[in-house]
């Protein structure tokens, strides 16, 4: 069935469903694509169109009052497949250390363990275009290391952490939206704007969501079950609006705060191929470098991860900074170009963005295999290279780091969200450990050596990864979802997305969004 713009529809109209899904990215389409041909009638809602529109985009516009998020608020996209419209394609799986209980990180621990969103891992790789979840074990790659990299795992302090990309990012509205339209059981309704809850009188049950157009227009869904996967800061929102889920809600916002800190000079002859990132038949992979769990736990650490990226010479700096910055966005195709405003270029430090910059991130797939074989047969490696540290890092849960409601209105009358992102100090305190260790192993081992950066001058970017404004817990006095992403309190509501992360671990979240929605689905069926 084709998309149905709310702007044709009359002033009033109610739409009936079994399940109403608000919210159509990663999570909102995963959770629809596996309900096709279930039987359950779905209503799939979306704010945005097929297309991007900048006043559709403006009703994103948060007042950032913490650390500063990232400006132009376009680390989220309302339209048609979400911000997997902006993602890189980065692809990670948590490990089990990331969703367990860790005294030192009070909060961490998740309802569920890894082996229960595991049996969900290789559907929600076919669905992200990857080949199976195996690919994410370090022992396939094992093997394919050089023998630079192996020394530096030899140790046992350190460990190698597994990003895969797909052939291309996966654009969920345009690779699995046929799939959709072709669905007897599944509509999807564009431009309708969530903008409210509907509750019985006893203010346990929903109702019905209220609806509006940028146009005016209002609507209404009468669904007997919703599921809220509009992203986290506005899954809190809407509950914040709503008065459900309890004094939880909005709170423990998390991140991945990233930092291009540190620089390191592998001596020559040094071969890191996979550290640097490699193409292989089905997609493209790259090793990062983690500390040990067992170090982790017994210093008191949080569980961050490094990868190596090109050093850009000073020269390159002064003189092509703005024409990078501009050429990104001509050539964004939905890469990290649109991330950008052409009203911050020539602003921004260059290194802030070069782990964008990266073969691996802009080039097509057969473009970067291309290259990298030519490169490795006709241009080895001969004298020292160096690189930049990227560090990604895992923050802890911190009540105080929220989302709450402001008083300015957007232009459908809603008080826009007030983000305040705190990052403490055990977040720096790690960073410098495992840069420390990791100096050390490149050193002993005769790979090469760290220059470590000055704390002082020492910053963070955002990853566009909103965790845990929503977050999961048995217990309503801990969490505003139970184990099954059901709201506390409310027979008929669920959310959907990493904002019901209890914790942000180390890895980029999509993975395990798209293997939660499909949990979820499991459980809606009946």
């Known amino acids: 069935m084709r998309p149905i713009d709310a702007r044709t529809l009359p002033a009033g109209t109610a739409l009936d469903a079994d399940l109403c899904i608000v919210g159509a990215g990663p999570a909102g389409i995963s959770l629809a694509c596996a309900l096709v041909e279930s039987g359950v009638d779905v209503l799939l809602v979306e704010g945005g169109d097929l297309r991007p529109d900048a006043a559709t985009q403006a009703l994103h516009e948060a007042r950032s009052v913490g650390y500063p998020l990232r400006?132009?608020?376009?680390?989220?996209?309302?339209?048609?497949?979400?911000?997997?419209?902006?993602?890189?394609?980065?692809?990670?799986?948590?490990?089990?250390?990331?969703?367990?209980?860790?005294?030192?990180?009070?909060g961490s621990a998740w309802p569920i363990g890894q082996t229960e969103i595991a049996a969900w891992h290789d559907a929600a790789a076919r669905l992200l275009g990857l080949p199976d979840a195996g690919c994410f074990a370090p022992a396939r790659w094992r093997e394919r290391l050089g023998p630079s990299?192996?020394?530096?795992?030899?140790?046992?302090?350190?460990?190698?952490?597994?990003?895969?990309?797909?052939r291309r990012p996966m654009r969920f509205g345009v690779v699995?939206?046929?799939?959709?339209?072709?669905?007897?059981?599944?509509?999807?309704?564009?431009?309708?704007?969530?903008?409210?809850?509907?509750?019985?009188?006893?203010?346990?049950?929903?109702?019905?969501?209220?609806?509006?157009?940028?146009?005016?227009?209002?609507?209404?869904?009468?669904?007997?079950?919703?599921?809220?996967a509009a992203g986290g800061i506005e899954n809190a929102r809407l509950l914040l609006l709503a008065g459900l889920g309890g004094p939880l809600v909005g709170r423990f916002f998390m991140e991945h705060p990233r930092a291009v800190f540190g620089k390191v000079e592998l001596i020559a002859g040094s071969r890191v191929p996979l550290l640097r990132g490699r193409p292989f038949r089905d997609g493209r992979v790259q090793i990062g470098t983690a500390l040990a769990p067992e170090l982790q736990r017994r210093e008191g650490l949080l569980n961050h991860y490094c990868t190596l990226e090109s050093e850009v010479s000073d020269y390159v700096a002064r003189t092509y900074e703005t024409a990078v910055e501009v050429g990104k966005v001509l050539l964004r195709r939905g890469h990290a170009g649109g991330r950008l405003d052409f009203s911050a270029v020539g602003k921004s430090r260059l290194e802030g963005f070069i782990y964008q910059l990266s073969p691996k991130e802009i080039l097509p797939h057969w473009a970067f295999r291309a290259v990298s074989t030519l490169r490795d047969r006709y241009r080895p490696p001969k004298g020292a290279q160096r690189c930049v540290l990227v560090t990604f890092c895992e923050q802890p849960p911190d009540p105080d780091s929220r989302v709450r409601l402001g008083e300015e209105r957007d232009a459908l009358g809603l008080p826009r969200p007030v983000v305040d992102w705190r990052i403490p100090d055990s977040v720096p305190r790690s960073l410098l450990r495992l840069h420390e260790v990791l100096g050390r192993e490149l050193a002993e081992r005769g790979v090469g050596r760290l220059e470590a950066g000055d704390p002082a001058t020492l910053a963070y970017t955002d990853a566009s990864h909103h965790l845990g404004t929503t977050r999961m817990s048995d217990d309503p006095k801990t969490g505003v979802v139970d184990r099954d992403g059901r709201v506390h309190g409310t027979a008929n509501l669920w959310v959907a997305g990493s904002s019901v992360f209890p914790s942000g671990g180390h890895a980029n979240p999509t993975l395990t969004i798209v293997a939660l929605a499909l949990r979820l689905a499991d459980r809606l069926r009946g």
């Open 176 to 228: 699995h939206g046929p799939k959709l339209r072709r669905a007897g059981n599944v509509r999807t309704l564009l431009r309708a704007n969530a903008v409210g809850l509907r509750l019985d009188a006893a203010r346990t049950s929903v109702t019905g969501v209220e609806l509006a157009t940028l146009g005016g227009t209002r609507l209404v869904v009468r669904a007997r079950r919703v599921v809220l």
């Open 71 to 106: 400006p132009n608020y376009l680390n989220r996209a309302r339209q048609f497949g979400g911000t997997s419209n902006l993602w890189a394609g980065r692809n990670m799986l948590l490990w089990p250390e990331d969703l367990a209980r860790r005294d030192w990180v009070p």
């Open 149 to 166: 990299e192996a020394a530096l795992f030899a140790s046992g302090r350190l460990v190698p952490t597994v990003s895969v990309w797909a």
